[in-house]
């Protein structure tokens, strides 16, 4: 009789919260995750600022390690019952993206990652870039500067078993958090727009260039809990910032051309606020 009791008041508790709404400032632990996991999905440059010719195009790829937040802040309890949350779906992250060349400097970026499973994250992701280069030499990596001006969006979302992981179910005590046994299918929107600013040097005419820069990002992530105890109740409740931020960044990498054709480059990009990338990239040019 007890059990059952106790079995209710908690339906009745789930029922209560189940498609609710929670809005949580930038200092949460909530809030500092949402911020921590949008750093490394933001759409920054695939290579040192240069003036694509027009119709002249670059289709490459990105990857990086997706460092771990402080567990500190993973002790999540403004929306739900205090609990430690596993948010490393994939220690990494990475996408293919495109580049079209336009007139007068102008460049087109565009990025699509499918629902394809790597490790327990399932992502559909969009991204895009406009640009403007303006260079102070004859081409875009030979001897003198070139400035860009940018901006850029990332649409979308992560799903994976973040709140209730299979290693977090329990069948022991319905009144605690992952009464179940089937994980749960969370899922994070980390939308966000952005502009930056970047100066490129190439010192020689060896293909090799260096840049810096700095930009701003206007993130509004947002997080749907999905999940399904063993008394069928469905939570989905939203956990969102109860404003949008904006998030100063910084970056600067080499970036490497080979016979005008193939390019590499190495790339830190950092959100002093959240989290500090190292990011690695390659293309194939076509002009």
């Not at 759409?43 to 990857?63: C, D, H, K, L, N």
């Not at 992952?178 to 966000?192: A, E, I, L, N, R």
């Not at 990498?253 to 390659?282: C, E, H, N």
């Amino acid at each position: 009789m007890r059990r059952a009791l106790i079995t209710a008041v908690a339906f009745c508790a789930f029922q209560h919260q189940a498609g609710a709404q929670c809005k949580v400032s930038a200092g949460s632990n909530e809030g500092k995750l949402l911020a921590f996991y949008t750093a490394p999905i933001a759409f920054s440059m695939a290579t040192a600022p240069e003036v694509m010719g027009p119709a002249s195009i670059r289709i490459g790829a990105e990857g990086e390690y997706i460092p771990k937040p402080n567990p500190a802040i993973e002790q999540t309890g403004a929306c739900f019952t205090q609990k430690s949350e596993h948010t490393s779906l994939s220690p990494v992250f990475g996408r293919p993206r495109i580049t079209v060349g336009g007139p007068f400097g102008f460049a087109l970026e565009a990025a699509y990652l499918p629902p394809v499973t790597i490790a327990k994250a399932t992502p559909n992701l969009f991204s895009f870039g406009i640009s403007q280069a303006h260079h102070f030499a004859v081409g875009p990596v030979s001897t003198g500067t070139t400035l860009l001006f940018r901006m850029h969006g990332t649409f979308g979302n992560v799903k994976g078993p973040i709140t209730c992981p299979q290693s977090s179910l329990q069948q022991s005590s319905p009144s605690s958090p992952c009464y179940g046994t089937t994980p749960s299918k969370d899922t994070f929107h980390p939308d966000m727009l952005g502009g930056e600013i970047a100066a490129g040097f190439a010192p020689g005419s060896g293909g090799t260039s260096f840049y810096a820069g700095a930009g701003a990002n206007r993130i509004d992530p947002h997080f749907q809990v999905g999940f399904t105890n063993l008394n069928g109740a469905v939570d989905t409740t939203r956990v969102e910032l109860k404003s949008p931020l904006v998030r100063a960044a910084i970056f600067g990498g080499v970036t490497a051309i080979v016979r005008q054709i193939f390019d590499v480059g190495a790339q830190i990009y950092s959100v002093p606020s959240d989290a500090t990338l190292f990011r690695l990239m390659g293309g194939l040019r076509f002009r």
